[in-house]
């Protein structure tokens, strides 16, 4: 069984700077593409940033420039550095896991990221 663990979600003012993390315990092997993904108030689960096993980077265009996504195997954590947060960057945040073959997806509980003056 795979667990992921997320944690550095906060309240912060539109400008600020948060760093997401996700520690995900059990075989996560380099076959899984690591994601996080945002839940804005009131709407379905949307992808934010992707990184493939070899780190291929991937981000919806509205947080290109603004976030970076990075894992580092040896540690088993997938981290998501975000500047110039704004107030439309206010959701739940989920670490995902996705086994490049089988499709076979884990979630994690989400961390809570709140972008207000």
């Known amino acids: 069984q795979i667990h992921l663990v997320e944690s550095g979600g906060n309240l912060v003012q539109p400008g600020g700077s948060l760093r997401l993390s996700c520690a995900f315990s059990g075989r996560i092997t380099d076959a899984y593409i690591l994601g996080w993904y945002q839940q804005a108030p009131g709407k379905q689960r949307e992808l934010a940033a992707t990184?493939?096993?070899?780190?291929?980077?991937d981000y919806r265009d509205s947080v290109k420039g603004r976030f970076t996504i990075s894992r580092d195997n040896v540690k088993n954590t997938v981290d998501l550095q975000m500047h110039d947060l704004e107030p439309e960057d206010t959701g739940v945040y989920h670490c995902?896991?996705?086994?490049?073959?089988?499709?076979?997806?884990?979630w994690g509980q989400g961390t809570q990221v709140t972008v207000s003056s």
């Open positions: 995902n896991a996705r086994h490049m073959v089988d499709g076979q997806t884990y």
């Open positions: 990184i493939t096993p070899s780190g291929k980077t």
